[in-house]
């Protein structure tokens, strides 16, 4: 369901572009993502930051996994970093890691990592040293079990994109089953850890640490699919790499990801919705709200 003041808000925040602007005015995004068999989630965060408006998307990835995901869309810059015995990324990319994000504007991190545990290592150092602003997701947000107080000296305030199972299996508690209590676990969250908590789910919450709260009226059933939070994940980090702060990047994210998913299964139908759908018609959603 679409929503006026929120797109009032969103035109708000989204600054015009100059007619001088070049690629760099609109966000260098560093997305660290893929392994070996996840490969598809890494290109759908890359392909929605472009989509999403950003000016320049590197997909860090693992070396052994590096000649498959380069070979699938020239956009997208593709950068190999050393891999762990299984394909995924190893601590010994840290260095090269920390070098690299010194001149981006946004990392992402979490989309098809795995789980190996030089690989969660990996993740937790690099939440712990970046400088820039953090969206994490996935198995990003799975290497936060049993270390919580990472979150609370990062760098910048983190952007965390958990469904409801990854939330509970990395903050504890019951699940939630109501939209208060969804509303009121998250908020809780994000003041008690320092985050901007994305409780992704029917009406996703948005929580800041500041206690502000919001609940996202868009979105469908058909967006229940592989692959929908990774591209929820680009459209964030290409939204904080244009300007908007922590907070607007994930409401505003997350209105236009679940716009895009209403618009796709308006022709196509909430039964055969992929998360590719999103990516196609992201286009359309943005040009609805920002006319």
């Given at each position: 369901m679409r929503d006026p003041k929120i797109e009032r808000q969103i035109r708000r925040a989204w600054r015009p572009r100059p007619r001088r602007a070049s690629k760099k005015d609109f966000?260098?995004?560093?997305?660290?993502?893929?392994?070996r068999g996840l490969t598809g989630a890494a290109m759908l965060s890359s392909l929605a930051a472009l989509r999403a408006g950003a000016g320049l998307v590197t997909l860090g990835c693992p070396d052994k996994v590096y000649t498959t995901l380069a070979r699938r869309d020239p956009e997208v810059m593709v950068r190999p970093f050393p891999s762990t015995s299984e394909g995924s990324l190893s601590e010994k990319a840290l260095p090269e890691i920390l070098?690299?994000?010194?001149n981006q504007d946004v990392i992402a991190l979490g989309p098809g990592l795995g789980r190996h545990p030089g690989t969660q290592r990996l993740v937790r150092k690099v939440l712990f040293a970046v400088t820039i602003p953090l969206v994490v997701d996935a198995d990003g947000v799975n290497v936060l079990k049993n270390h919580l107080e990472i979150?609370?000296?990062?760098?910048e305030v983190p952007i965390l994109t958990p469904h409801t199972g990854e939330f509970v299996r990395v903050f504890g508690g019951r699940k939630p089953k109501t939209d208060s209590e969804r509303k009121r676990r998250a908020?809780?969250?994000?003041?008690?850890?320092g985050a901007i908590l994305v409780l992704k789910g029917y009406h996703t919450v948005i929580a800041a640490p500041d206690e502000r709260v919001g609940v996202n009226p868009t979105g469908n059933p058909g967006m229940a699919s592989g692959g929908t939070g990774d591209v929820l994940t680009g459209i964030i980090a290409a939204l904080l790499g244009q300007g908007m702060s922590s907070f607007d990047a994930a409401r505003f994210g997350v209105y236009l990801h679940g716009l895009a998913g209403d618009l796709a299964a308006r022709e196509k139908g909430e039964v055969s919705l992929v998360a590719g759908d999103l990516?196609?018609?992201?286009?359309?959603?943005?040009?609805?709200?920002l006319k």
């Open positions: 966000g260098r995004i560093f997305i660290l993502a893929g392994s070098r690299f994000s010194k979150l609370k000296r990062c760098y908020a809780e969250t994000a003041g008690k850890f990516i196609e018609f992201f286009p359309q959603a943005a040009k609805l709200v």
